[in-house]
């Protein structure tokens, strides 16, 4: 103890300074930025990630929480190299089909403790292993209420399941509304403030002081609306961006803050509106996600045919994004990318050799320009499924099934990667081996 810490422990009394001590993080644990790269307790901190949304539902102690599968996923991807989860933090109470049930949020102010103790038994847990998250506040998509959600409690009109409706213009324009609510920003800040305020239940961390968390993301894939986004509609957006990061700063000054957006494709295209949504000074790191056959670029039926001109696309906007990075002066990672099984099946039997061979080139193309210190910080694959199955043959998320990374929104089993998808695990855990020995 030095002197002044030997003065204030007199001054406050030993028990108080005591205590405080234990639940101030050192400052060199958060991960940081320095220039364009993460730094981590001094060193380089590269994310070999993925994506397991529901990993906080799994720490709750009553169903659907399962500490004994949460704890056993954990360890397979420590084993795997994995050093960050990116994960939901909240959900909304939704009654439609493609909504993930029990929400944390089942109306404006009513929270579900028992899911949040299961985000709090999660952070414990991620601690014991080394391993960071991202957390995301929101969603701009249905499968866990986000943004539709609370303009229906805003305007009471249900929300409309874009699955059924096939209407997903007039879904996205609803999410978008969300940012020009006076009541949902009200709410949604106070959501914010009671997560990021939270002092966990299981190990006594007040989360802002808490290093495992490595970033508060403002929701999963923000845009700024369909694709009739007029320009107001996008300094809205940017505008929304720059007050809810500098919020979240005022209440936690040592977390890294990002938006969770898509890039260039979730930007109604624009690269300017990309550039300006990250370009506040409260905005720490870029963030984007490459879906090669969601935007169409390639054909689940026909990868063979579609292949050469669809990944070219791809390949370029994995590259384009880490220009855009440089330009800003800021990390960038790559919070999303996958591909579906062979043919498209959904059948955990099934092949994945296309989707391999994917995986292996889009860490190829990443880990040029890591070697040589640009700026692309990582990565988290989308998603982990680890040791859940379906038992539908139909292959559509019913309340009590296992969670897994295809969110109920999806078909289970479209993207995600199974603990028994032994060549793709392969390929993650080389990969990731290699960023391992940036972190030095
Ligand atoms: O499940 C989707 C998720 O909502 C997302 N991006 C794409 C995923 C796969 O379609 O954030």
Same mark, same amino acid.
């Given at each position: ?6 003065? %204030? ?16 993080? @050192? ?5 940081? #930025? ?18 397991m949304w529901y990993a906080g539902y799994l720490g709750a102690t009553a169903k659907p929480g399962n500490r004994t599968r949460l704890m056993?996923e954990l ?12 994960v939901l933090a909240v959900s909304e109470k939704s009654d439609?089909?493609?909504v993930v049930k029990p929400a944390t949020t089942n109306g404006f102010g009513h929270y579900d403790e028992e899911l949040l103790k299961g985000l709090d038994y999660l952070l414990a847990e991620l ?6 998250v991202?957390l995301y506040l ?5 499968w866990s209420g986000?943004?539709?959600q609370?303009?229906?409690?805003? =305007?009471?009109? @249900? ?31 106070k959501t #914010?403030k009671k997560i990021i305020t939270r002092v966990n239940t299981v190990n006594g961390k007040a989360y802002?002081?808490d ?6 993301? %403002?929701?999963?894939?923000?845009? @700024? ?27 936690? @000054?040592?977390? %890294? ?6 890039? $260039?494709?979730?930007? $109604? ?13 409260? $905005? ?14 390639? =054909? ?15 390949? =370029? ?15 960038? #990672? ?41 700026? +692309? ?11 859940a ?8 998320w019913?309340e009590g099934d296992d969670l897994?990374?295809?969110?109920p ?17 392969? +390929? ?9 020995? %940036?972190?030095?």
């Amino acid at each position: 103890m030095g002197f002044l810490a030997a003065i %204030l422990a007199c001054c406050l009394g030993s028990a108080v300074y005591a205590a405080e001590q234990k639940n101030a993080a @050192p400052q060199h644990d958060f991960v940081k #930025v320095k220039g364009t790269q993460f730094q981590k307790s001094g060193k380089p901190y590269y994310i070999a990630g993925t994506n397991m949304w529901y990993a906080g539902y799994l720490g709750a102690t009553a169903k659907p929480g399962n500490r004994t599968r949460l704890m056993k996923e954990l360890d397979n991807l420590k084993a795997l190299g994995v050093n960050n989860l990116r994960v939901l933090a909240v959900s909304e109470k939704s009654d439609i089909n493609s909504v993930v049930k029990p929400a944390t949020t089942n109306g404006f102010g009513h929270y579900d403790e028992e899911l949040l103790k299961g985000l709090d038994y999660l952070l414990a847990e991620l601690a014991k292993r080394d391993m960071t998250v991202v957390l995301y506040l929101n969603n701009y998509w249905q499968w866990s209420g986000g943004m539709s959600q609370y303009m229906s409690w805003v =305007d009471g009109k @249900p929300m409309q399941d874009p699955n059924v409706t096939k209407d997903w213009e007039g879904f996205m324009a609803r999410s978008a509304s969300f940012y020009q609510s006076a009541k949902a920003q009200e709410e949604f800040r106070k959501t #914010v403030k009671k997560i990021i305020t939270r002092v966990n239940t299981v190990n006594g961390k007040a989360y802002t002081d808490d290093a495992t968390i490595m970033s508060w993301q %403002l929701a999963n894939e923000p845009r @700024p609306g369909n694709n009739s986004t007029t320009d107001k509609e996008k300094k809205i957006y940017v505008d929304w961006i720059n007050g809810i990061t500098g919020y979240i700063k005022e209440l936690d @000054p040592h977390h %890294l803050v990002s938006t969770g957006s898509e890039g $260039v494709m979730g930007s $109604v295209r624009d690269e300017k509106l990309f550039i300006d949504a990250h370009s506040g000074k409260n $905005v720490d790191y870029l963030t984007y996600h490459m879906w090669i056959r969601n935007w169409g670029w390639i =054909d689940k039926t026909n990868f063979a045919g579609t292949w050469d001109a669809g990944w070219a696309k791809g390949k =370029d906007y994995l590259t384009s994004h880490i220009r855009i990075a440089k330009k800003i002066g800021k990390p960038i #990672v790559l919070e999303e990318f996958g591909l579906d099984r062979d043919g498209g099946a959904y059948d955990i039997k099934s092949t994945t050799h296309v989707r391999d061979q994917f995986y292996q080139q889009v860490f190829d193309v990443l880990w040029t320009p890591m070697q040589k210190g640009e700026p +692309i910080a990582g990565y988290n694959f989308w998603a982990w499924n680890g040791s859940a199955r379906t038992t539908r043959a139909n292959y559509w998320w019913q309340e009590g099934d296992d969670l897994m990374g295809d969110p109920p929104q999806e078909e289970q089993g479209m993207y995600g990667i199974y603990d028994s998808d032994a060549s793709t695990v392969a +390929i993650i855990k080389a990969f990731n081996t290699k960023i391992q020995s %940036l972190n030095k």
